[in-house]
């Protein structure tokens, strides 16, 4: 098992492992409700778009299943982009959290995004979970995630 640019050799372990754990008849093939679960295992964030298109694929193969293979490119083709866009995240946040003190406040969610201090106050309140009057990482990357799905 060689590491990728973006999965570690325990990311790759961990696919096996959970192929293993969840394929409870030992038949090697993971049914569209074992995918499911697997994913929840895992612990990959799956859009509902996502999975309806691997669910299709495996639909137009005609079968209701997924082989190690198949489930093992799925897995590193969802941690991959789970990693490039966890990565991609952290950059924004970090070009808004001008004084790196893990926080964004309205005034530099303005200033980066070259937005009106009304419209970055919005985006905050949006984003400000325990209202302490700035944004985490944490509540950044919430906001975001549910945005896009």
């Keep these: 098992m060689a590491e ?4 570690t050799a325990d990311d790759l372990k961990r696919i096996k492992t959970t192929f ?13 409700h074992e995918l499911k679960r697997a994913c929840k ?12 298109t691997m669910m299709k694929k495996m639909d137009e193969c ?5 082989t190690f293979k198949e489930f093992d490119s799925f897995m590193r083709d969802l941690l991959e982009a789970q990693a490039v ?12 959290d001008e004084n790196g003190d893990g926080y964004a406040t309205s005034e530099e969610i303005a200033k ?7 419209t970055a106050l919005e985006l905050l309140r949006d984003a400000d979970k325990n209202g302490d009057g700035k944004v985490s990482y944490k ?3 919430e906001l975001y995630r549910n945005k896009v799905e």
């Design 20 to 32: 293993r754990d969840i394929d409870g008849n030992g038949d090697g093939r993971l049914s569209k």
């Design 62 to 66: 005609g079968k209701d299943f997924l």
């Design 112 to 118: 980066a995004l070259n937005i009106p201090p009304e």
């Design 41 to 52: 295992t895992m612990g990959v964030r799956v859009n509902t778009e996502h999975m309806a």
């Design 85 to 96: 866009e966890d990565q991609y995240l952290k950059n924004v946040f970090a070009s808004m």
């Design 139 to 141: 509540e950044f990357a």
């Design 4 to 7: 990728t640019e973006y999965l």
